[in-house]
């Protein structure tokens, strides 16, 4: 019946074809609690899919990890953001 309807498939993960990681060490991407997280960030900086991987992240509820360029606990804040502002739109 919706065989016509185009409309992006919400689980579809086809960017991680794209992304700057393919190949690289995953341990680097899930480091130690306080290790340094810059060499992942790098990778993820020059990533033509970072926003895909964030929005992934965020949807997902990833904890553990760099996504997107994003730490958990940079995640967290934004996830704290949106909460906060969709609170927001609905108490206007
Ligand atoms: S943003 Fe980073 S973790 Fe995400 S796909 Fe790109 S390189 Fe990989």
Redesign the pocket.
Known sequence: MYDDVDEPDPGDSG??DD????G?DPDL?FPERGASTRE?KE??RG?V??E???EFALRNGEKF?????LSERERRRIRRQRAQAARSIVGA
Not at 19 to 22: E, G, H, K, T
Not at 65 to 69: L, S, T
């Open positions: 960017w991680q992304a700057n990681c393919l690289v991407f992942a990778v993820c990533c899919v970072r895909d991987c964030l990890g760099i996504w997107g360029g």
